[in-house]
């Protein structure tokens, strides 16, 4: 195997920490992503969050799917799952469910989500399964070489539209909204200390927290969706949103043109593991 994507195991993992007790959660294998990618913010963000939290990596559990995103587990000094396309929340409420002490964190892009893998989501957000899932949206198939995936914007020229396309894109807020995501959250690649910030916010959330993360792609997207327009857009949610209210959420992500940043909706529900807990109990077990 090619020693630049070599899979650091824990055993290894274990040298990482420093003398001083804080713990390197960014591993030694090099992300494979273009020059001026903005997953590089996610891989530095999501390392940041944990550090601030102090969570022991050994009991971090980082799933992937297929994608751009999919190699994102051999980054991070955590345990990994590089999975199926489409089948990270299933693996990851696995995981969940076989140790609810661990911290889930699932990554994938807007084609692996919206895509193969839309139908696992409005579960895994209904049963507020207790994790993370981070969607690296950048409106198109980068890994495959830029077709248009579920996101992309209308008009899209890419080689499987190349008379533009005419498929409406989903709009991901709207939908974790509609299926019962206790949390949902958005960011941007371009805003990286912002970025940290949200992941840490996203992880800290008890039960399923969703952050979509903008980051349009540097290689193949030829239209004006750079990182210099896309800075132009996006604003923050306005100081007086309310987080509990549900409504205000749902019309603040309605606005795709001008993409708000910031917490979207939280909600303080049981999870499923303390939903089986409670089964349990009541069908006589331990």
């Given amino acids: 195997m090619n020693e630049r994507v070599k899979p650091v195991y824990l055993e290894e993992k274990l040298e990482e920490i420093r003398a001083d007790g804080h713990q390197e959660y960014r591993s030694k294998s090099l992300p494979t992503w273009c020059p001026g990618c903005g ?19 050994k009991d971090v559990v980082t799933v992937s799917g297929i994608g751009c995103a999919s190699r994102f587990p051999f980054f991070v000094s955590t345990y990994g799952f590089h999975t199926l396309h489409g089948r ?4 990851a409420t696995g995981v969940k469910i076989g140790n609810d002490d661990l911290t889930v964190i699932a990554v994938g892009g807007d084609g692996d989500a919206f895509a193969i893998g839309g139908g696992h989501i409005p579960h895994a957000a209904r049963r507020n399964v207790d994790m993370t899932y981070l969607v ?16 992309s914007a209308l008009g899209f020229k890419t080689s499987s539209t190349p008379y533009e396309n005419g ?3 989903l709009n991901p807020l709207m939908m ?10 958005q960011a941007y690649a371009g805003h990286p200390h912002h970025l940290a910030d949200m992941i840490t916010q996203a992880i800290s959330h008890r039960g399923f927290s969703f952050l979509r993360i903008l980051s349009p792609c540097v290689t193949f997207d030829k239209t004006n969706n750079t990182y ?21 959420a749902m019309a603040q992500a309605q606005h795709n043109d001008h993409p708000a940043l910031g917490v979207y909706f939280e909600h303080d529900r049981a999870t499923l593991g303390q939903v089986m807990g409670a089964t349990s109990k009541r069908a006589g077990g331990d």
């Fill in 39 to 57: 997953y590089f913010s996610m891989a530095e963000g999501l390392t940041v969050a944990l550090n601030r939290l102090e969570i022991p990596f």
């Fill in 88 to 91: 990270v929340l299933p693996v």
């Fill in 136 to 151: 690296f949206d950048n409106g198109i198939y980068g890994l495959t070489k830029g077709q248009t995936s579920p996101t």
């Fill in 167 to 169: 498929d409406v894109p």
């Fill in 176 to 185: 974790l909204l509609s299926y019962g995501a206790s949390w949902v959250g």
């Fill in 228 to 248: 210099a327009n896309l800075n132009v857009n996006v604003r923050d949610l306005p100081e007086d949103h309310d987080t509990s209210d549900l409504m205000a």
